[in-house]
Structure formats: structure tokens, C-alpha cells
């Protein structure tokens, strides 16, 4: 794999920045899935990128930052539609007038189609920060009725919500009542940073609501650690109790939404997890002030061949240094 160094340089001013903090331990549900899912794709995650956006990083380093920045498809219609509904949102906010739902549907297709064509193009190998699909780069067999199967999802996603109640109730939302669309916040809990990033959130007169949308075709997963996660930064960051938050999930692609009230219990129950699962991660640290990883050996990786045929890594775990 060759790379342009010049375009090295072209990462963001975030990046160029890394190199000058420290990687400080903090904890999300995100990571806490990747972590429970495979150590040794956590320690990729976290840890084995650190630096590669460095002209001079280590050949190693830099094909890991670029593996971990790769989505595969089902997440980049996730992204695509999110995207679309945090401008339409942060342009409520601002009093800025909301296009036809015709013309975002039409914005937002082509932007997938120049997206596909950059990654398919493998463009992020020297532009790191431009759409990189795993299907790409692991040259997956996808056929075309796959892909299109991808945008629909995308318009359909954006004209559910568009056309729902909740966008015409948002439409009229007093200005004074937003709260955060897709800010990155946090609380800290015993001296952690916990990461949460709420899709919407506004009071009302009965208290805080917060959306988080979906676009997946459906999962088994319990989405209570997320919302508890919600719970949890809402009542320290709006000074309000539980029972005064109303948590909606609301699943764009099928057009349903669920109301959830979290209990106090289940605020302790949370807590008591996070702190479990903090200590199982920094158990495999040898500075935990300055958050230093053990060597990879110590991070397992999994042998399901369902977790590796889905890990994004997969190319360094099994072509790396080790055995």
C-alpha cells in the first residue's frame, strides 16, 4: 500500500493537534460495544492508530488509522441520514429556512454517489477523511441492487422523518426550548469522562425530551445502557430527575418510535455497569493515569469468524507482528 505524503497534510486541524495531547482515557457505549466485542479490535480503536495521521508515522500505524476510519455500508447510510437531520435541525435552531424534501432527498443522493465513487477509488488512502467503505477496501462482492437497496433506505429514512410529526412539532419549537442536536457532551463519573452524543434534545412543559433516531432494519439489541447513558448526562446537565426525562427512539427506516421513562434503579444499575466495565478496560493498562496500553498480546482477539469477517482491522490482526 503506497501513500502520498503531501496529502498528509491535508487532515483536519483537529488532527494536526493530536499529536501535541495526550490519548486520555474516557468511556462511551460505543466503546464499551467494541471492547465487548473484541479486545484486540478495542486496542486497534483506541490505541494502535494514535499518530497516524503523522507524515512520519510508522507504515503500521498509519494503514491502522486509515482502517478505522472505514464504515461499512449499513453504517454509512446511518451516517448520510443523521447528517442530514442535524443541518435540518441546526437550521431550526437559527431560524433558517428547512428545503423541500424533494431537493434535500436529491442533495443527499448525490452526495452518496460522489461518496461511493471517492471510496470506490480507494481516494482515502491519501485523503484519510473522505468516505472509505469496507466493502471497498476489503473489495467485498456487493452486488448492484445491494447499493441501490442503500440509498432507498437513505430516502426513505429522510422522507418518514420529514413527513412526521415530531419534524412538524420541531418546526414550531420556541427557540428558547432547543437544547443540543448531535453535540458532543459528556459527564464524568467517578473522575471519567462518559461520551454521550444525543441526536435532539428540547423542553417541553413536562420536562426534557430526547430523540435518538434510528435507520437499522432491526437488532436484538437492548438499547437501555444507551438510554440510561441519556438519562444520566440529562439529569446532571438540565438538573432534572429521571422521571421529568422522556426518552423516544424513533427507527426512520420502519417508521415506529418507542417512549421510555428510566427509573432511578436503573440509573444505579447503569452506573454500577459503567464502573465494571471502566475497570475491566484499564485492567489491561500499565500507566492508568496516562492511559498506557499493554503490549497487543494482552488484547485477545476473538476467533468468531462472524466478529472478524464484520472487524475493519482484520488486515493488521492477521498480517501484524503476532502470532
Not at 422522507?159 to 464524568?188: G, Q, T
Not at 435532539?200 to 436484538?220: L, M, V
Not at 418507542?258 to 434503579?265: A, I
Amino acid at each position: 500500500m503506497r501513500y502520498d505524503m503531501r496529502q498528509w497534510k491535508e487532515t483536519d486541524k483537529h488532527e494536526k493537534k493530536m499529536n501535541q495531547i495526550k490519548n486520555e482515557f474516557s468511556w462511551s457505549k460505543s466503546r464499551d460495544g467494541v471492547f465487548q466485542t473484541c479486545p484486540r479490535q478495542y486496542y486497534f480503536n483506541y490505541y494502535a492508530y494514535w499518530g497516524g495521521w503523522e507524515k512520519d508515522a510508522p507504515e503500521r500505524t498509519r494503514q491502522i488509522y486509515i482502517l478505522r476510519n472505514l464504515k461499512n455500508r449499513f453504517m454509512w447510510v446511518g451516517e448520510k441520514v443523521h447528517d442530514c437531520i442535524k443541518h435540518t435541525l441546526k437550521n431550526l435552531q437559527r431560524d433558517i429556512s428547512v428545503l423541500d424534501v424533494d431537493q434535500i432527498v436529491s442533495i443527499t443522493l448525490d452526495q452518496m454517489r460522489e461518496d461511493f465513487r471517492s471510496s470506490r477509488a480507494k481516494r482515502y488512502h491519501t485523503f484519510p477523511k473522505t468516505c472509505a467503505l469496507t466493502e471497498h477496501e476489503y473489495e467485498v462482492d456487493v452486488q448492484d441492487a445491494q447499493w441501490k437497496k442503500a440509498a432507498e433506505d437513505v430516502e426513505t429514512c429522510l422522507r418518514n422523518f420529514y413527513s412526521s410529526e415530531m419534524f412538524a412539532m420541531l418546526k414550531d419549537l420556541p427557540s428558547r426550548n432547543w437544547l443540543e442536536v448531535e453535540d458532543f457532551s459528556s459527564f464524568y463519573l467517578d473522575g471519567t469522562k462518559i461520551w454521550v452524543v444525543i441526536d435532539c434534545s428540547f423542553r417541553t412543559d413536562k420536562g426534557i425530551t430526547i430523540i435518538d433516531w434510528k435507520t437499522g432494519r432491526g437488532t436484538n439489541e437492548d438499547a437501555s445502557l444507551q438510554l440510561s447513558c441519556y438519562a444520566m448526562y440529562g439529569m446532571e446537565k438540565w438538573k432534572t430527575r429521571p422521571e421529568n426525562i422522556r426518552l423516544i427512539e424513533s427507527n426512520l427506516l420502519s417508521d415506529q418510535s418507542s417512549e421510555f421513562l428510566v427509573t432511578e434503579g436503573e440509573i444505579a444499575n447503569t452506573r454500577a455497569y459503567i464502573k465494571g466495565s471502566i475497570a475491566d478496560m484499564q485492567s489491561l493498562l500499565v500507566d492508568v493515569e496516562n492511559n498506557v496500553p499493554r503490549e497487543e498480546a494482552f488484547f485477545k482477539k476473538v476467533e468468531d469468524d462472524r466478529i472478524k469477517d464484520r472487524c475493519s482491522f482484520r488486515k493488521v490482526c492477521e498480517s501484524g507482528p503476532l502470532a
